[in-house]
């Protein structure tokens, strides 16, 4: 990888991509080097720690403390990682005021059992750091499990996209074979060649370090595709829900679908009309049907859409 790759985003483009204010083609690179390069997802995760930490320490203000709670705050595993700081920086605070009170004259009560009560305090605050420290062990072990997962998912997306684009293409010569058929007049063959179409590819919700990824949807595009790739296919059929994410709006629904096999992940494939967008916030909801028609959300694919 070309060295200026690994160094062309600085902290506050980091904190933008955080924010979700970063353009979309950036946005995309970045996406890719957080997997790919090591240096930069330490960054970008040092970068993620010290942005929570100033929020739970209310050092954010104005338009970034906004961003913050409407963009970084729509993922519930992010939302987790922010109550974890405050629960530290609550400690902390009762750590100190422990310190604080134990510098005050004490009288003889507290001076005869001084000694326990300072075993009692050492051993509880011991137990606490070390459920923090194994938490983060743990958290550390599992980032850099889920780096490798995302690693060999971005191999076998790439796989997917390729053999997606051909199929769109033979889908395309069909098409245009069928508007050779009598009946198609020349207006109906000039709309369907002009048909023109945007595909966002979206991997399997992860619980550890993700970024909601941008696409723009310029005025002359008709439909916007969604490639959904699944950990697994378990469910005879799914249903795909499209639904605004700050007001649980329901924008479209697809019809009952099978999962495709591509490459060595099963996916979905769903297409709407780009006209159904604004610029905001999106998530595509997948329901798992059983045989007996029942449903069940087996994750949450979110998305963000800029219209230019």
Do not use: C
């Not at 979309?24 to 957080?34: F, I, V």
């Not at 023109?196 to 723009?216: D, E, W």
């Not at 378990?234 to 591509?262: G, H, I, M």
């Amino acid at each position: 990888m070309p060295a200026s790759d690994k160094h062309d985003f600085d902290d506050i483009q980091l904190v933008q991509y955080l924010l979700g204010k970063l353009p979309a083609e950036e946005s995309e690179r970045l996406d890719e080097l957080s997997v790919t390069d090591d240096d930069l997802a330490r960054r970008l995760r040092d970068t993620e720690n010290d942005l929570v930490d100033a929020y739970v320490h209310s050092e954010l203000s104005g338009k970034t403390l906004e961003e913050f709670r409407t963009f970084y705050l729509s993922s519930a595993k992010r939302r987790e990682k922010v109550a974890f700081a405050e629960g530290l920086l609550q400690f902390q605070a009762s750590a100190a005021r422990v310190a604080t009170q134990s510098t005050k004259t004490p009288s003889f009560f507290s001076r005869m059992f001084a000694p326990r009560r300072m075993i009692l305090q050492f051993a509880a605050a011991a137990f606490v750091m070390s459920l923090i420290l194994g938490y983060l062990l743990f958290d550390n072990a599992r980032l850099r499990y889920q780096m490798d997962d995302a690693r060999t998912r971005q191999s076998s997306l790439e796989q997917n996209k390729q053999k997606l684009e051909n199929e769109l293409r033979e889908q395309r010569t069909a098409n245009a074979d069928s508007q050779k058929e009598p009946g198609l007049d020349g207006k109906n063959r000039a709309d369907l060649d002009q048909l023109k179409t945007l595909s966002l590819m979206l991997p399997p919700p992860a619980r550890g370090l993700s970024s909601v990824k941008t696409i723009t949807v310029h005025p002359n595009v008709d439909l916007l595709v969604l490639v959904l790739a699944l950990e697994s296919a378990d469910f005879p059929q799914y249903r795909v829900t499209l639904k605004d994410p700050a007001t649980n709006e329901v924008v479209w629904r697809s019809a009952d679908l099978e999962a495709a096999s591509a490459g060595n992940k099963p996916g979905l494939t769903v297409s709407f009309r780009a006209g159904l967008l604004k610029t905001q916030n999106y998530v595509a909801e997948v329901a798992g049907l059983s045989d007996a028609g029942k449903a069940q959300i087996i994750g949450d694919y979110p998305f963000h859409v800029v219209l230019k």
